[in-house]
């Protein structure tokens, strides 16, 4: 993903009532300004030191209006949740992101928020099963990756939200 939407994606997860790390916010910042991305207040939350993730959040929430990357009305929290799944299936399928690391905040942040809908349980099932493998399996640990990429694929080629 391209670091302004990974601000989004960060922005809209706060905004949604998760939280999200200093590092994160402050490791994303650093990206952001080093693709070019222009705020008043990123340069200093990417230069924040570990003495300073305290101040992390408040610098963030100030990039995020400075950009306006979330909405500061009530949003609609389905909706956001869906756009959240959908950018990583965008990044597994584009290679941005590793296949399970995405796949697992699909299962947390979308499957698990949005009421467990049936279109996603494939890729929970496939990030479950790369999981809790074992070499005892008989297979290739990857073969589980390639499945969560092939799903997440096919979530893009469909309708969306997903039915």
């Known amino acids: ?52 993730e305290g ?13 306006d990357l979330a909405p500061t009305a009530a949003i609609d929290t389905q909706s ?3 756009q959240l799944v959908r950018w990583q299936c965008e990044a597994i399928a584009d290679g941005s992101a590793e296949p399970e690391a995405a796949g697992h905040l699909i299962w947390f ?10 279109s996603l349980r494939p890729i929970v099932g496939w990030v479950s099963e790369w ?5 005892s399996w008989g297979m290739e640990r990857d073969h589980y990756r390639r499945l969560i990429v092939e799903e997440a694929k096919g979530l ?7 039915e």
């Open 1 to 52: 993903m391209d670091a302004l939407k990974d601000l989004r994606v960060l922005a809209i997860r706060e905004a949604l009532g998760e939280f999200v790390g200093s590092d994160v916010l402050i490791e994303t910042g650093l990206r952001a300004l080093l693709d070019g991305v222009e705020s008043p207040s990123l340069p200093l939350l990417a230069s924040l030191s570990r003495r300073e």
């Open 55 to 67: 101040d992390a959040h408040d610098l963030f929430h100030a990039v995020a209006v400075e950009l």
């Open 80 to 82: 956001a949740r869906w």
């Open 109 to 118: 942040q979308g499957w698990n928020e949005l009421g467990y809908p049936d």
């Open 131 to 135: 999981e809790d493998w074992t070499p």
């Open 156 to 162: 893009l080629d469909g309708p969306w939200p997903p």
